[in-house]
T-cell receptor, first 114, second 115 residues
Framework: AQTVTQSQPEMSVQEAETVTLSCTYDTSESDYYLFWYKQPPSRQMILVIRQEAYKQQNATENRFSVNFQKAAKSFSLKISDSQLGDAAMYFCAYRSYTGNQFYFGTGTSLTVIP | DTAVSQTPKYLVTQMGNDKSIKCEQNLGHDTMYWYKQDSKKFLKIMFSYNNKELIINETVPNRFSPKSPDKAHLNLHINSLELGDSAVYFC??????????????FGPGTRLTVL
């Protein structure tokens, strides 16, 4: 079974600085998809960024980028120029190419310090 | 416009009661899901419906029954509520279940508290 591990329960960053959130996963599949979701206090799950495993190029979305290391099964999220609105719980998620499952990590709580 | 909506946002009820949570999506998606997020923030899929047919039925108690009157709605009915059912329940939808690039869009969640 696939598992997703986020080893940092809490992280903090100064406003305007850069922070990296870690995520590792375990799978025997070669094709799959990885996601980062943000959950602010409003509880809504918001998609931040998505990466297809067959793509070598790291996905970027404005201030958000990933470092995808397929061999190491690592998928970290980098947030540049952190803003107060970035404070939230961040979940890493895995979805297999053919399966129906969507596996989430346990989340990292990010605090942005003014 | 709200893409995925859930009602109610908060639900407080006594043990043993039966309750329902409604979900609607206006994205034209074919697949809808229910997730449970426990107090430790762990998010786990419960059900998935693709074009009104049940695709996943994870090992959840049969007190939980999803009902999909049409592909835009997936309601969750819970019988004989127990203390352990207290959690946040998220509805989500995606365009197609077989194509894994399709992102899931989540609703705002329903916080269920069983007393």
């Amino acid at each position: 079974a696939q598992t997703v591990t986020q080893s940092q329960p809490e992280m903090s960053v100064q406003e305007a600085e850069t922070v990296t959130l870690s995520c590792t996963y375990d799978t025997s599949e070669s094709d799959y998809y990885l996601f980062w979701y943000k959950q602010p206090p409003s509880r809504q799950m918001i998609l931040v960024i998505r990466q297809e495993a067959y793509k070598q190029q790291n996905a970027t979305e404005n201030r958000f980028s990933v470092n995808f290391q397929k061999a190491a099964k690592s998928f970290s999220l980098k947030i540049s120029d952190s803003q107060l609105g970035d404070a939230a719980m961040y979940f890493c998620a895995y979805r297999s190419y053919t399966g129906n499952q969507f596996y989430f990590g346990t989340g990292t709580s990010l605090t942005v310090i003014p | 416009d709200t893409a995925v909506s859930q009602t109610p946002k908060y639900l407080v009820t006594q043990m043993g009661n039966d309750k329902s949570i409604k979900c609607e999506q206006n994205l034209g998606h074919d697949t809808m899901y229910w997730y449970k997020q426990d107090s430790k923030k762990f998010l786990k899929i419960m059900f998935s419906y693709n074009n009104k047919e049940l695709i996943i039925n994870e090992t959840v108690p049969n007190r939980f029954s999803p009902k999909s009157p049409d592909k835009a709605h997936l309601n969750l009915h819970i019988n004989s509520l127990e203390l352990g059912d207290s959690a946040v329940y998220f509805c989500a939808s995606s365009r197609r279940q077989q194509t894994s690039t399709d992102t899931q869009y989540f609703g705002p969640g329903t916080r269920l508290t069983v007393l």
